[in-house]
């Protein structure tokens, strides 16, 4: 069964290298090399990932931190509108193009990072999830785990990216939530 894994260092950086060999040798994982970034990167990223994505049947999918950072002090990077706006988008083509999506949510940071605050990304996974949920999207709520133990999963040096204990941590949901997707998924 292939399955297509999209999302930002989250992903590429953390728990991305881990789920291929969680998944084991009855999957296909594609991930783009590209830092899927923001939503809207992403958007257009699904034309130029389209035909390595053919044949997904199930995508998991990653979006938020780069959406959510206040860089310059006047507020998210991507308002509210602009990211259901186009996590909707993204969402409508995953659906009409693959089987299952299923959509983590933001993991959290440490208090000390400059740029992402956790009301900020809290706000924003509420946000976003019941929207996705009447489409349909399963959730995979990283946030909820992660946030159990912040200083033992995410990065003191950097106050967002995963530790090795977060990656495994994050690596082994994400592919229990696969493998539970691919037995209600019909082998093509």
């Not at 297509?4 to 994982?29: H, K, N, Q």
């Not at 979006?63 to 991507?78: A, E, T, V």
Request: charged share 25%; proline share 5%.
């Amino acid at each position: 069964m292939k399955v297509t894994l999209l999302g930002d260092s989250i992903r590429m950086a953390g728990y991305g290298p881990l789920v291929p060999a969680l998944l084991g040798d009855g999957f296909e994982v594609y991930q783009p090399q590209d830092n899927c970034r923001f939503a809207k990167y992403t958007l257009r990223g699904l034309f130029d990932w389209e035909k390595q994505m053919a044949g997904s049947q199930i995508v998991h999918w990653n979006n938020g931190l780069w959406d959510f950072c206040d860089l310059f002090g006047d507020g998210p990077f991507s308002t509210e509108d602009e990211y259901t706006t186009n996590m909707l988008r993204i969402a409508d083509l995953l659906l009409a193009r693959h089987d299952k999506v299923i959509f983590a949510t933001t993991t959290p940071v440490t208090e000390q990072n400059p740029h992402d605050k956790n009301p900020v990304i809290e706000r924003y996974n509420r946000l976003i999830v019941p929207l996705l949920e009447e489409k349909g999207i399963l959730i995979n709520d990283l946030h909820a785990t992660v946030v159990q133990d912040i200083d033992r999963y995410i990065r003191k040096d950097d106050n967002i990216h995963l530790t090795d204990a977060g990656a495994a941590v994050c690596a082994r949901q994400v592919a229990d939530a696969i493998l539970a997707v691919s037995k209600t998924v019909t082998q093509p």
